[in-house]
């Protein structure tokens, strides 16, 4: 039973018994299932196969999709004016799509050079059109990572004078403000800053959807691959775009499989089915310590794991009582025990590798401490509160161990499990006491973290700003929200950097966010894959540097 | 199914006009279309009721309120329920039961895509209940209190008590994990995806059809345990309920008459017993085969299996209303039916029911 | 429990309950009773359902002296470890709690869940049941129409979708299989209750006067009670699994609760390294199912003569 690798020819049908077909495979199977079915062996040399929780899908649309395996899919299948190099993630975005660009005097233009040579997958080429559709596109269909690009002025109305491209190798931007370049570069590498091929796109549009429904489930990029097939909660494959002009990536296809459980898909790695497993718990990764021919490779990620306490609770408005919880959290505990060697403690909002990111710890578990802070604030007999967490195994370990140490200083918590939407839904309307969360960055700028954890202008009910972390917890913070507006307009980065250090100090110290931890994938493969790269804290995986 | 509207109005009383069996039928045709009106109502007022907003589930966590108000209007969620209602009951009847907001895609095309899954699985564990449960329900009824009595009823109660998903638990880390015996969850290898063109989205027939073994025997590797799980509670069902029929009928007179005529034992417990139980092991069979159809659920998550149940119950999970709605109705509607064909059968062809 | 030779003990009382000719209708009853209990008790596994179920209702009952740990307490320096480590009878699971512990207690919520469905599903059923089979007619259209659409839903999917809109926990869940639980018991009161209506006594008692609240409650009910015990006896062992299945979901007891579908789930993370995680709970949840199903089979085999052994 060797897997095969591409079908090279087509069956003929032979019509003459196909019951006497069906009757003999019946016997086969009965005399097979008696013996023993034996699973493949490895999976071909030119195909890359990954087991991996990927039923976050929604779509391919880059001006749309926004989960953590549509990023995966973008990233390989459109290329973006500045991009991030696999090989050397820690430099930064680079020339991708535009080899050049130039800021005005004033800041508030950036004009782009295009860079020759590349292709679609459908055969036509690169220009500054085609980007000044994608971005122009991403802006008026407004979907929800839209704010990525509307931060900077541009909306649907002014799109067309904003996002211009006077010829084919030139596009210019004319933002609203003078904002630090690197925010704005930082921007367009994310997702939604993909450029999609405006001929094949409006060739394909139905009702003014600019293509969206049909991006959905197709690809029109000119990354090294594109969309062969989806089927969702199954798989997707990606295969090579045969227009690529770069180095022809080795993995001429990628398989990647939807598999939910941790265990089966290490299973699945330890008997050759897959060549990368990517959703393996702690337990299972170190099931695999044993296993010879498998390495674990680790990689800090951008997401954060935290929770938030609702300011319009009185009591935990109370910064002592605050206090007394960060230091009740059992932050080595938890990180060596069943988060082991998948967070790391992390204490401040911005996640480590990202510009102005610190290491500093100020809080460890210490009962004493905690209960003295909760005397001080007047609750020496401790409370009730209740905490939301979303139904995953490893945030309802992380609320058991929050409520067992919580209740050794007199907080008696009850926790509340519901689906993603029903715990996100009780934290949008404000309603909840504590909220267990995670989250990772929408792109590779600080301020994407300092923007939402920092950052709250109006905190009234009415102001409606679901999106920004500070505002569901209802905590206003009008001196904090200026130095977050005041950072993303510095130039100078490395005095922008210190801008973050110091927010991020004073965050620790005074904000209803106990940030804990931060993520590091941990993925599993074969021993012959090299160069898998999952993209670290800034961006998403790539396929085409990988060998085996 | 009432006989209260026998009352064929006016003064034509012999040959009334419309016959007998066509009045039965437009009866009948109306309780079912009243059941899946229930059926569609209790569906749809569950998920309007969620405490749940559905809007959030197509944005998601970072959307403006503006992203917000706009999704809220497309949805038509500004309309009152009761014409909400309507117009899903309307688009149901046009065969569009709305779009996914997990896949993206027009539920009814999932629903043809994960369908012939759960078909392939609940049709092969039916097929191996019958198979091993009929024969031994007799034996179990013929040579009753013997040793394959007691492991008829052995069989019965372990597999009413027994957690399916503990079983599919510890079946895929003994076979799967342990022996390597068989293959893992799914339905199919990935080398062998789409190899075979989809025909009948029976994965199994499909590559019967275009003669590919290997596709079949990867395909068959991967059904076996579910299969073998399912048919397992099947069995233990069927032979039950084969059981008690048997004896019933090895009981009656006519049994007893056949044998004081001297007939070989075999004659008469499979040519005359057997044969007349016939008809009710087929209502038997065709209710642990809905049984099996809508109970797969659990089932179906621990072996990520494709099909309808593991698709409602993810979609449930992510408030995908649209999805589930039409899962269960379409479920539900498979239910009905097979309710109705074993209730006509059995009305039909039972000496007794006459 | 399963011998009983006359000289056992009071044989007064024994000789009493097995007379022939019982002296009061109280004694009769008694007798018919005792008759059956002895009937059940005669078959072997049978009385190993009982003893079973006794077991874990006594382990349940006394769950907080048979604990050797907190079942909550959590010790992550000592967790997964295997069964019978440092005094752990069947290890720990992943936060380092007592699995043993965890599972005494969680006899508790499963008892809970299943005399409270035990109570309101034939309840309800009662209640729609004798409702249209005494008034016939469109109520009784309306009612077992309701009945049948009821019927016609996958039921664990109906009973999630219960949950998902009332929220997870045991209360919900409980609702919830019962919401889907009752058709089968209305479907037989009204089944009773059709032969009952038109019976003599009950038109006696219309003529007195009484309502048809008071005939329902006071001379319906009891006599469709006894039908729907059995079957309620029979069902038990399908309310375990399904609300096993809805904790294994997560939707069923919330945590830190140790109800055994949700431990199940939660070992299922560890099942390639730590197999009594997951296993440990689910012979618990086999155990108590099968049980119930050996003295349901006991029970029908005692009350339906056709079943009846040799």
């Known amino acids: 039973m060797r897997p095969r690798n591409f079908r090279e020819t087509t069956m003929t049908r032979h019509t003459p018994s196909r019951t006497m077909r069906i009757g003999a495979a019946l016997l086969t199977a009965a005399l097979l299932s008696s013996t023993a079915l034996t699973a493949q062996a490895e999976t071909p040399p030119n195909m890359l196969v990954i087991a991996q929780r990927i039923d976050d899908i929604k779509t391919m649309d880059p001006a749309e999709s926004f989960e953590f395996t549509g990023a995966d899919i973008s990233r390989n299948v459109y290329e973006a004016l500045v991009d991030f190099d696999p090989m050397d993630l820690d430099a930064g975005f680079q020339p991708a799509l535009a080899e050049s660009w130039e800021v005005s005097e004033d800041g508030t233009q950036i004009t782009f050079t295009m860079a020759d040579g590349h292709v679609f997958a459908s055969g036509n080429p690169v220009t500054a059109k085609d980007a000044e559709f994608s971005l122009r596109r991403a802006v008026m269909l407004n979907k929800t990572p839209s704010f990525i690009l509307t931060q900077f002025g541009f909306t649907p109305e002014n799109a067309e004078e904003t996002i211009v491209a006077p010829d084919e190798k030139t596009l210019v931007l004319k933002l609203d403000k003078a904002y630090a370049v690197s925010f704005v570069l930082n921007c367009l590498a994310a997702t939604i800053g993909g450029i999609v091929d405006m001929e094949t796109v409006m060739a394909n549009e139905v009702d003014g959807d600019m293509g969206n429904a049909w991006l959905r489930d197709n690809t029109a990029g000119s990354g090294p691959y594109k969309l062969a097939s989806w089927k969702p909660d199954e798989s997707y494959t990606l295969d090579l775009n045969p227009e690529y002009p770069g180095d022809a990536p080795a993995m001429k296809r990628v398989i990647v499989q939807h598999i939910q459980e941790s265990a089966t898909q290490r299973l699945q790695l330890e008997r050759g089915d897959v060549d990368i497993a990517r959703n393996l718990s702690p337990e299972d990764v170190a099931g695999l310590e044993s296993v010879d021919s498998v390495k674990v490779v680790d990689e800090l990620r951008g997401r954060l794991m935290y929770w938030s306490a609702n300011q319009k609770n009185e009591m935990l408005s109370n910064p002592k009582v605050l206090e007394a919880m960060k230091f009740a959290t059992d932050y080595t505990g938890m990180q060596d025990s069943f988060l082991k060697g998948q967070y790391i403690n992390h204490q401040a909002f911005l996640p480590k590798t990202f510009m102005g990111a610190i290491d500093d710890l100020p809080y460890s578990f210490d009962i ?3 209960k003295a802070l909760l005397a001080e604030a007047g609750y020496p007999e401790g409370f009730d509160i209740t905490i939301n967490v979303r139904d995953a195994q490893d945030r309802i370990d992380i609320g058991q161990s929050l409520q067992n140490t919580w209740g050794q200083i007199g907080i008696n918590v009850e926790m509340i ?26 792109y590779p700028d600080p301020n994407t973290n300092a923007g939402t954890f920092a950052y709250n202008p109006d905190n009234s009910d009415e102001a409606g700003a679901t999106g920004l972390l500070a505002w569901r917890n209802a905590w206003a913070l009008p ?14 980065s490395e005095k922008r950097a210190e801008m973050y250090r110091e927010l991020q100090r004073e965050h620790m110290a005074t904000s209803p966010f106990g940030i804990m931890f931060q993520q590091i994938e941990q993925n599993a493969m074969q021993d012959g894959v090299e160069h898998f790269v999952a993209g670290g804290a800034t961006t998403a995986v790539s396929y085409w540097v990988v060998t085996k | 199914m009432t006989q209260a509207t026998t009352n064929t109005g006016g003064g034509r ?3 009334s006009f419309p016959p007998n069996w066509l009045k039965k039928f437009v009866s009948l045709a109306f309780t079912v279309a009243i059941t899946l009106l229930g059926l569609l109502f209790v569906t749809f ?16 966590e970072r959307a403006s309120q503006a992203q917000y108000d706009q999704v809220y209007l497309e949805l038509g969620l500004d309309k009152p329920l009761i014409v909400q209602f309507g117009i899903y009951v309307g688009d149901v009847l046009q065969g569009d039961f709305g779009t996914s907001i997990r896949t993206g895609k027009p539920v009814a095309e999932d629903i043809a895509r994960v369908f012939p899954a759960t078909l392939e699985l609940a049709t092969l564990g039916t097929l191996l209940g019958v198979v091993l449960g009929v024969p031994l329900g007799v034996l179990a009824a013929v040579y009753r209190g013997s040793w394959i009595d007691q492991l008829s009823r052995l069989i019965g109660l372990v597999g009413y008590s027994m957690p399916i998903f503990w079983l599919g638990l510890m079946g895929l880390l003994i076979f799967y994990g342990i022996l390597g015996w068989v293959a893992g969850p799914g339905r199919l290898g990935v080398f062998y995806e789409g190899l075979v063109p989809t025909r009948t989205g029976l994965l199994l027939v499909d590559a019967l059809i275009e003669g590919d073994w290997d596709v079949f025997k990867d395909a068959l590797s991967h059904i076996v345990l579910p299969a073998c799980l399912l048919g397992y509670f099947s069995l233990a069902y069927i032979s039950r309920m084969t059981r008690s029929f048997m004896l019933e009928q090895l009981n009656s007179e006519y049994v007893i008459t056949a044998r004081v005529k001297g007939l070989s034992e075999w004659h008469v417990v499979w040519r005359h017993a057997f044969r007349n139980i016939a008809i009710q092991l087929i209502t038997v069979i065709a209710l642990a085969y809905a049984n099996l159809l809508e109970g797969s659920v659990l089932t179906e998550i621990i072996f990520a299996w494709p099909g309808i149940g593991s698709y409602i119950t993810t979609s449930l999970l992510a408030n995908d209303m649209a999805s589930v709605l039409g899962g269960t109705v379409v479920i539900g509607t498979i239910f009905v039916c097979i309710n109705i064909f074993s209730d006509l059968l059995y009305r039909f062809f039972d000496p007794r029911a006459k | 429990m399963t011998s009983h030779t006359p000289t056992d003990a009071k044989p007064g009382l024994k000789a009493w309950l097995l007379s022939d000719t019982p002296q009061s209708r109280g004694q009769a009853r008694a007798a018919a009773w005792y008759q059956g209990w002895l009937k059940l008790t005669s078959n072997k596994l049978t009385s190993l359902g009982l003893i079973v179920l006794t077991l874990l209702v006594l382990a349940a009952i006394f ?3 048979l604990a050797t740990d907190n079942p909550f307490v959590q010790d992550l320096g000592a967790r997964l470890k295997p069964p019978g480590w440092e005094g752990h009878i069947f290890g720990t699971d992943s936060l380092g709690r007592d699995i043993y512990s965890r599972l005494l207690y969680g006899a508790r919520i499963s008892i809970y869940i299943v005399l409270l469905v035990a109570l309101v599903a034939p309840l309800l059923g009662l209640i729609i049941g004798t409702t249209a089979g005494y008034f016939g007619g469109w109520v009784d259209t309306v009612l077992m129409r309701i009945t049948d659409i009821f019927l016609a839903f996958p039921r664990l999917i109906l009973a999630l979708a219960f949950v998902a809109a009332l929220g997870a926990g045991i209360e919900n869940a409980v609702l919830a299989i019962s919401l889907t639980a009752w058709p089968p018991y209305a479907r037989i009161a009204r089944a009773e209750t059709l032969t009952i209506r038109n019976s003599d006594f009950i038109h006696a008692i219309r003529l007195q006067g009484a309502g048809p609240l ?6 319906v009910w009891p006599l469709c009670i006894s039908s729907l015990v059995i079957r309620v006896t029979l069902d038990m062992a399908g309310i375990i699994l399904t609300a096993a299945g809805l904790g294994f979901l997560g939707l069923g007891a919330q945590p830190p609760s140790p109800e055994w579908g949700a431990m199940i789930s939660e070992g299922r993370k560890y099942i390639l390294d730590y197999w009594w995680v997951a296993t440990i709970p689910g012979l618990a949840i086999f155990a108590i199912s099968l049980a119930f199903n050996l003295i349901g089979d006991g029970l029908r085999d005692v009350l339906d003569p056709k079943e009846a052994g040799k």
């Open chain 1, 368 to 370: 004493e401490k905690a």
């Open chain 1, 417 to 442: 499990v519901g689906t993603g939407a029903q715990t996100l839904d009780t934290y949008r309307a404000r309603e909840h006491d504590i909220y267990l969360g995670a989250w990772g960055p929408d």
């Open chain 1, 479 to 492: 001196d904090m929200s200026n130095e977050t507006l005041a950072a993303v307009v510095e130039q100078d």
């Open chain 2, 13 to 15: 009383a012999a040959s």
């Open chain 2, 45 to 60: 007022m569950i998920g309007r009721v969620m405490p749940i907003d559905p809007v959030l589930a197509v944005i998601g």
């Open chain 3, 63 to 65: 769950a907080p002296l």
């Open chain 3, 214 to 219: 008071r005939i329902i409650t006071r001379h």
